[in-house]
C-alpha cells in the first residue's frame, strides 16, 4: 500500500486561520508515522484559499530528517509552480485536472485543454527540477453539475496524460458522487490499459462509506490510497457543502482488517491524531 496523508486537504477548507507554528508541528509529527507522501501546502491565489498562503515558510520548517516521507503540494498553473520549486523541501508538485469542465473553470479559471497545455509545461519544470508531478482527476467519478458522466471520458484523458508522460494520475471522487460501481469499473477498466502510470485513489466520501469504497478500489487493483485523519476537508472549490475525505484511521482499519501490510508507525500516528483533535476540534 502508497500511502499520501493530506494536511493540506484537510486545511484548506478550514474557516479560521490556523497559526503557522501549529500548522508546522503538526505536519512534523505527521512526518514521523511513515506516510509515502504529506500533501502539505498549495501555491494558489491566497484570495481563494487564504489559509495556504503561508505553505512556502511551512514548507521551509518541516523537517525532512525525521523520515523518508516525500512532500508534496498543490498548484494550479506555471507561476504556481516555479513558486512552490523556489522551495528545496518540495518533492512532488499535484495538479488538479478536472473530468467535468465546469469544474476545471471553477477551480483553476481554465478549460480542460488550457489547463492539460500548464500540465505539460509543469512537466518540463519537474522534469529539469528532478521533481515528480502527480495529475489529480477531479470528478472522475460524476460531478454535481448535472454533467453527463461516463468511464470512456476518464479514459480519453488518461491516454492523453499517458502520452506525454505523466506517470501519476490520482483518480479523485471531489465531492462523494461516486459509487461503488463507479469505482470498481474505473480501476478495473484504466489501469491494465496504461502500465506506465500508476494510478491511485482519492476519494471523498461519508465516514460511514469508508471501508466499502476501499473495499472496491483495492478488489480491483488499486495500492494507493489517499486520507486525512478523521477525514477532516474537502475541496472549497467544489460546492457548499464540503464532503469530508477518506478518514486515514479508517484506512488503517481496512489494512488491519484484510490484514494487508504496512509500514506506519502507529504510535506515532497517535500522537499527530492528539494534534489534529488540537487544531480541527473534534
Known amino acids: 500500500m502508497f500511502l499520501t496523508?493530506?494536511?493540506?486537504?484537510?486545511?484548506?477548507?478550514?474557516?479560521?486561520?490556523?497559526?503557522?507554528?501549529?500548522?508546522?508541528?503538526?505536519?512534523?509529527?505527521?512526518?514521523?508515522?511513515?506516510?509515502?507522501?504529506?500533501?502539505?501546502?498549495?501555491?494558489?491565489?491566497?484570495?481563494?484559499?487564504?489559509?495556504?498562503?503561508?505553505?512556502?515558510?511551512?514548507?521551509?520548517?518541516?523537517?525532512?530528517?525525521?523520515?523518508?516521507?516525500?512532500?508534496?503540494?498543490?498548484?494550479?498553473?506555471?507561476?504556481?509552480?516555479?513558486?512552490?520549486?523556489?522551495?528545496?523541501?518540495?518533492?512532488?508538485?499535484?495538479?488538479?485536472?478536472?473530468?467535468?469542465?465546469?469544474?476545471?473553470?471553477?477551480?483553476?479559471?481554465?478549460?480542460?485543454?488550457?489547463?492539460?497545455?500548464?500540465?505539460?509545461e509543469i512537466l518540463t519544470l519537474t522534469g529539469k527540477e528532478g521533481k515528480e508531478l502527480n495529475v489529480y482527476f477531479s470528478m472522475a467519478f460524476g460531478n454535481p453539475y448535472g454533467e453527463m458522466w461516463k468511464w470512456e471520458d476518464v479514459d480519453i484523458w488518461a491516454q492523453r496524460f499517458s502520452e506525454i508522460g505523466i506517470k501519476n494520475i490520482l483518480l479523485s471522487d471531489t465531492t462523494g458522487t461516486g459509487n461503488l460501481d463507479q469505482i470498481e469499473l474505473l480501476f478495473e477498466k484504466i489501469p491494465p490499459k496504461y502500465p506506465g502510470v500508476d494510478f491511485g485513489a482519492h476519494l471523498h466520501n461519508r465516514y460511514e462509506d469508508s471501508y466499502k469504497k476501499l473495499k472496491a478500489a483495492y478488489g480491483k487493483g488499486c495500492r494507493r490510497f489517499d486520507s486525512a485523519i478523521k477525514g477532516i476537508g474537502g475541496c472549497p472549490m467544489a460546492k457548499d457543502d464540503l464532503v469530508g475525505n477518506m478518514p486515514t484511521e479508517q484506512v488503517i482499519n481496512f489494512m488491519a482488517s484484510e490484514k494487508i501490510e504496512h509500514s506506519l508507525n502507529l504510535l506515532n500516528f497517535e500522537s499527530a491524531y492528539n494534534k489534529a483533535k488540537d487544531i480541527f476540534h473534534f
Request: aromatic share 8%; proline share 4%.
Open 5 to 120: 496523508e493530506c494536511p493540506r486537504d484537510a486545511m484548506q477548507g478550514w474557516g479560521t486561520f490556523i497559526p503557522t507554528a501549529q500548522k508546522i508541528d503538526y505536519i512534523n509529527s505527521l512526518m514521523e508515522v511513515g506516510f509515502d507522501v504529506l500533501d502539505c501546502g498549495s501555491f494558489v491565489s491566497p484570495k481563494s484559499i487564504p489559509q495556504m498562503a503561508d505553505s512556502g515558510e511551512v514548507l521551509d520548517h518541516i523537517d525532512k530528517s525525521r523520515s523518508r516521507t516525500k512532500l508534496s503540494v498543490i498548484v494550479a498553473n506555471v507561476r504556481g509552480a516555479e513558486k512552490a520549486l523556489e522551495h528545496g523541501n518540495v518533492d512532488i508538485l499535484g495538479f488538479p485536472f478536472s473530468i467535468s469542465e465546469t469544474f476545471q473553470y471553477r477551480n483553476t479559471n481554465k478549460d480542460q485543454e488550457e489547463a492539460f497545455g500548464q500540465i505539460k
